[in-house]
């Protein structure tokens, strides 16, 4: 069964400073892998999303994520993050097309907390 | 265009009543999926509807189901509440079955 890790809970970073939040997974194949990030009480916005062709994928708000088959990690950065990147991040499995599609709908990990201190 | 609408956005139940929960995709999207998130247990996959069809369902009792209807919109119903059914529910509508989910603000259920 597919699985996702994200191994930190909670990530303090200062604002203008760099970020990087890690995700690893357990898929059968390369599945497609996303990022979300879910404001207090909110849905999920998609951040960004790697499906094929080029690892290095770019999102909105200035966030990125290189997908690495080697290390099935697909993690998440920004150069320089603002007070208003503050909220849960998830990364995100769900299986490709070619398998048929949604079968088990996407699969997420358990969030990263992310806190901006001023 | 207009987003992936839940409505209401919060509901209080009683234990043993039952609750219906409604989610307008996003115009031309076929697939809807429904998803719970609590502390504990975070985000889990309910079911997904494609083209009226319950493609698949997650690992939750019977007391959960949904339908779509023509026009994509979908409901999900849990019957004979629980405490521990207390939770967001969130609606994410696609293109395709493969294609990105975009997610719903959700419905926060409490269950008394």
């Known amino acids: 069964a597919q699985s996702v890790t994200q191994p930190d809970i909670h990530i303090t970073v200062s604002e203008g400073a760099s970020l990087e939040l890690r995700c690893n997974y357990s898929?059968?194949?390369?599945?497609?892998l996303f990022w979300y990030v879910q404001s207090p009480g909110q849905g999920l916005q998609l951040l960004l999303k790697?499906?094929?062709?080029?690892?290095l994928v770019q999102g909105i708000k200035g966030f990125e994520a290189e997908f690495k088959r080697s290390q099935s990690s697909f993690n998440l950065r920004k150069p320089s993050v603002h007070w208003s990147d503050a909220a849960e991040y998830f990364c995100?499995?769900?299986?490709?097309?070619?398998?048929?599609?949604?079968?088990?709908?996407?699969?997420f990990g358990k969030g990263t907390h992310l806190i901006i201190q001023p | 265009k207009a987003g992936v609408t839940q409505t209401p956005r919060y509901l209080i139940k009683t234990r043993g009543q039952q609750v219906t929960l409604s989610c307008s995709p996003i115009?031309?999207?076929?697939?809807v999926s429904w998803y719970q998130q609590t502390p504990g247990q975070g985000l889990q996959f309910l079911f997904e509807?494609?083209?009226?069809?319950?493609?698949n369902k997650g690992n939750f009792p019977g007391r959960f189901s949904g339908r779509q209807f023509s026009n994509s919109r979908s409901e999900m119903n849990v019957s004979t509440l629980e405490l521990g059914d207390s939770a967001l529910y969130l609606c994410?509508?696609?293109?395709?079955?493969?294609?990105?989910?975009?997610f719903g603000q959700g419905t926060r259920l409490t269950v008394v």
């Open positions: 994410a509508s696609s293109l395709s079955t493969a294609d990105e989910a975009f």
């Open positions: 898929y059968g194949a390369t599945p497609y």
């Open positions: 790697y499906f094929s062709g080029d690892t």
């Open positions: 995100a499995v769900g299986p490709p097309a070619y398998s048929g599609g949604g079968a088990d709908g996407l699969t």
């Open positions: 115009s031309g999207h076929r697939s």
């Open positions: 509807y494609f083209s009226e069809t319950q493609r």
